[in-house]
Every structure is written in structure tokens, then in C-alpha cells.
């Protein structure tokens, strides 16, 4: 494909020859003669790209031909769809499937062997079903999702449009819910369900639990990694980002817009304002403003640095003031001697 090609692929400006044959995308480091790459800044001086055309925000001075875009990382992905459009090995609707005979199934969808649909459910146009998923009754799923092997979508659940569930996930397994009788925890049932916006990306291995009453609701465009716990009645607001092995406690309300890193822990009820930004291995609670937090119990970012930044002075600090409370003793005792005197 000529560069210019690319050009228009991306809504860039061109700095450079537009005939270059470009082969694909592919990142800085292994990048040679024939593929286009990306850099965001900032840009070290020096660079050394081996790459036959570069996209930037602004031009910069290299010898090889510049896209210029908004959105350098964007404008790649983007090419990376184009270059590598992912393909399904299947079509159509596998006999060794099993379809209730009231389920309603769209134009075009893929059912591919050993999945079971329900009765009631709905499945929209274009989407496409892998091998031994479990489709509970009256699941309403959208148009161009993609459902891979093993998920279980249980019954009662709403999932929208261009969603993606990697493998091994469970979509509306019973929430967490006991209370203590007699001895014995006794179940609370799960009546609620789960619903899911549109444009969700849900990694593999995760579980979100149904609601108690009503539904625990994913926003649009909320993207969750591999190994996320969501309990009952959660609610998470749109274009939120969940790291990988995150776990949120019941009814906890999440905004929008909001990140938790790797391993953070939100306790139940748990409020934390939009755009805030939940740091690694973070234990939060109780209502958070938008602010950066980390640490266990979660505090603000510069005020925790702050504190650890005294760590490294903390044994000199202590012999200090080992050696006033030493002058103190002393003064306390000389005052005590005249007094006696």
C-alpha cells in the first residue's frame, strides 16, 4: 500500500514521499524497510527509527517520511484493524449447537458448535458465538459483539452493542450475599441482574456478579482486564478503565472516567468520584473526591509521597531526638537536685 494511501486512512498530513510501498504497522524497535511505525512524546533527540515512514503529532526532525495526526497512537491502532482485520474460523449456525426454538437470532449471526442459547434470549446482528458458550434464559445480547469459549452469560442479563467477553468469563453469577442464622450462613437469593453498555471490553476469566435486587451496571465503553471481580450491585460509570485482578466489593458506585490500576482492592459501598485514579496495590473505602490515591488505606498520591519521602531520614531523626530526650533527662534531673538542695 502507497503511503499516501495510509495518509487517508488516517486523516494525517503528509511530510515526505507519498509512493513509498508500506507493508505494515509495526512498533519502533522492530521496525525496518517497509513499515510504518508511531512516537509519542516526548521525542528523544538522536533517534534512530529504521522504518520507512513515522506518524507524529508534529513533524520532527528525521530523515524518513512523517504522517501527521492528533492522535499518533490512535491513528495506529487504527492501521493496525486495517493491516489485520480479525477473522473468525467459522460461520453460520453449527448444528451441534443447541438453540431453543424461541430464541431470536439476528442476520448473520455465528453460533459455533457446542454453545447453548436459552429460551428467550436474543442475540443481534452480526454477532458471533465461539464454542461452548452458555446463553441463559431471556439474555438480551446486541448487534456485533463477540462472545468467546466458555463464557457464561447467566439468565436475566442485557448486554449491548459491540461488546467483546473473552474466554472463561461469567456474566451474572449469584452476588455474594449471606446473612448469619442460627449458626449458619444462610443465602440471600440473587434476583437482580446484569447490564452492560455498548462498546465494552470484559478480559478473560473475569466475573461480575448479578444484582441482589435491580442490576449491576457497566457503563459504555467501560474496558475491564483479565481476572476482575465485580460484586453485586456494582455500579461503574462509562469509560472506566479495571486492571488486571482488581476486585470491588458490593453495591460500591464507580464514576466515570475512572482508572483502577493492577491489584487495587474497593471495599464494599465504596464511592469514588469521576476521573479519579485508583494506584496498584491500593485498598480503598468509605467516599473518595477525584483525586490520585495509593496505598492501603488509600491516600492521596502527594501526600503519601510526601511521608515516604521521610522514610530514608527516619533513623536519623530518631537518634536525634534520642539525644534531646537524653538532654531532657538531664535538665529534669539538675532541676530535681535543686530543688532538693
Excluded: W
Aim: net charge neutral; proline share 4%.
Amino acid at each position: 500500500m502507497k503511503l499516501r494511501e495510509i495518509v487517508k486512512i488516517v486523516n494525517g498530513k503528509l511530510y515526505g514521499n507519498g509512493d513509498i510501498e508500506i507493508i505494515g504497522p509495526m512498533d519502533i524497535d522492530r521496525a525496518q524497510e517497509g513499515h510504518i511505525t508511531y512516537l509519542m512524546p516526548p521525542i528523544k533527540k538522536g533517534l534512530v527509527c529504521n522504518a520507512s515512514a513515522v506518524i507524529v503529532s508534529k513533524p520532527i526532525d528525521i530523515e524518513i517520511a512523517q504522517i501527521v495526526v492528533k492522535n499518533p497512537k490512535a491513528a495506529f491502532a487504527l492501521l493496525l484493524e486495517y493491516f489485520y482485520p480479525k477473522r473468525h474460523p467459522f460461520s453460520g449456525i453449527s448444528k451441534r449447537s443447541e438453540i431453543a426454538e424461541d430464541a431470536i437470532i439476528g442476520k448473520g449471526v455465528c453460533i459455533a458448535p457446542f454453545s447453548v442459547i436459552s429460551k428467550g434470549v436474543s442475540i443481534g446482528e452480526r454477532t458471533v458465538i465461539y464454542p461452548g458458550v452458555f446463553i441463559g434464559e431471556g439474555v438480551r445480547i446486541g448487534q456485533d459483539c463477540v462472545i468467546y469459549s466458555n463464557v457464561c452469560i447467566m439468565e436475566k442479563c442485557h448486554i449491548g452493542h459491540r461488546v467483546i467477553i473473552h474466554a472463561g468469563a461469567v456474566i451474572g453469577a449469584d452476588g455474594f450475599g449471606f446473612v448469619f442464622e442460627e449458626g449458619r450462613h444462610r443465602k440471600i437469593p440473587q434476583i437482580g441482574n446484569v447490564e452492560i453498555g455498548d462498546d465494552v471490553e470484559i478480559g478473560a476469566n473475569c466475573t461480575i456478579d448479578r444484582a441482589t435486587f435491580g442490576s449491576t451496571v457497566i457503563g459504555s465503553g467501560v474496558k475491564i482486564d483479565n481476572l476482575v471481580q465485580i460484586g453485586h450491585n456494582v455500579t461503574i460509570g462509562d469509560n472506566s478503565i479495571i486492571v488486571a485482578q482488581v476486585g470491588i466489593g458490593g453495591s460500591s458506585k464507580i464514576g466515570e472516567g475512572v482508572i483502577l490500576a493492577g491489584q487495587a482492592g474497593v471495599s464494599d459501598h465504596t464511592e469514588i468520584d469521576s476521573g479519579t485514579i485508583i494506584g496498584a496495590q491500593s485498598g480503598v473505602t468509605g467516599r473518595l473526591r477525584k483525586n490520585i490515591y495509593i496505598g492501603t488505606p488509600g491516600r492521596p498520591y502527594k501526600t503519601v509521597i510526601r511521608a515516604y519521602e521521610t522514610f530514608p531520614e527516619l533513623p536519623e531523626l530518631k537518634k536525634r531526638l534520642e539525644r534531646l530526650e537524653g538532654f531532657v533527662n538531664i535538665g529534669v534531673k539538675q532541676v530535681k537536685d535543686l530543688k532538693g538542695s
